[in-house]
């Protein structure tokens, strides 16, 4: 049964780099089916794609946010990562990590997400 | 702002039938497909409608979706209590080159 698990601080501080893990079991991060993203939401607010890898190493980053985050895969540890750099109060969210089949444009399986608060 | 609309709040008793709405543009919904993810706090998102109407191994024949132009919609039949959580519609946006979302909306069961 695939299950995918956030993990990382969940306090950073305001200019400091956010970093998560997602770990994954029951698939395999290089599995060619497979994307592996990030998606975020702030407190009160919508769902946001960050961004989007293959295990290849291509990378796919909301134009929004492209400019301070960076997504790599660890295929040893079956885990990829999210780097988000230089926060602010408004990177405070619920982050959540996903798996889109290559197929279809959707994330059909998420984590249950790790809530990350940015204050000094 | 969410790229997608949706109506911040939809209730119903249960048993009774509810739908919901998301509204896009011809960059999303208008050319791609759409589906809506239950989100309850603490647990994983779940998809309960992929591609516009198709419903996941073990998502109940309650859930059915719907599309027409750049507007989709979510029907929930017989009404129960656990069905009570945030509802979010996703599609792809070609102008971005990933997913879009909507801002939500609250399902409460009287």
């Known amino acids: 049964q695939l299950q995918l698990q956030e993990s990382g601080p969940g306090l950073v501080k305001p200019s400091e780099t956010l970093s998560l893990t997602c770990t994954v079991s029951?698939?395999?991060?290089?599995?060619?089916?497979?994307?592996w993203g990030w998606i975020r939401q702030p407190p009160g607010k919508g769902l946001e794609w960050i961004g989007t890898?293959?295990?290849?190493?291509?990378?796919y980053y909301n134009p929004s946010l492209q400019s301070r985050v960076t997504m790599s895969v660890d295929m040893s540890k079956n885990q990829f990562s999210l780097k988000l750099s230089a926060v602010t109060a408004a990177d405070a969210a619920v982050y959540y990590c996903g798996r889109r089949p290559n197929w279809n444009y959707v994330f059909d399986n998420w984590g249950q997400g790790t809530q990350v608060s940015v204050s000094s | 702002q969410s790229v997608l609309t949706q109506s911040p709040s939809a209730s119903g008793t249960p048993g009774q039938r509810i739908t919901m709405s998301c509204s896009g543009s011809s960059s999303n919904i208008g050319t791609k497909a759409v589906h809506w993810y239950q989100l309850v706090s603490g647990t994983a998102p779940n998809l309960v409608i992929y591609n516009n109407d198709r419903r996941p191994s073990g998502v109940p024949d309650r859930f059915s979706g719907s599309k027409s132009g750049t507007s989709a919609s979510l029907a929930i039949s017989g009404l129960q209590s656990e069905d009570e959580a945030d509802y979010y519609c996703a599609s792809w946006d070609d102008s971005l080159n990933g997913p879009v979302f909507g801002g939500g909306t609250k399902l409460t069961v009287l």
């Open positions: 890898i293959y295990y290849k190493g291509s990378t």
């Open positions: 029951g698939n395999s991060v290089s599995d060619y089916s497979y994307y």
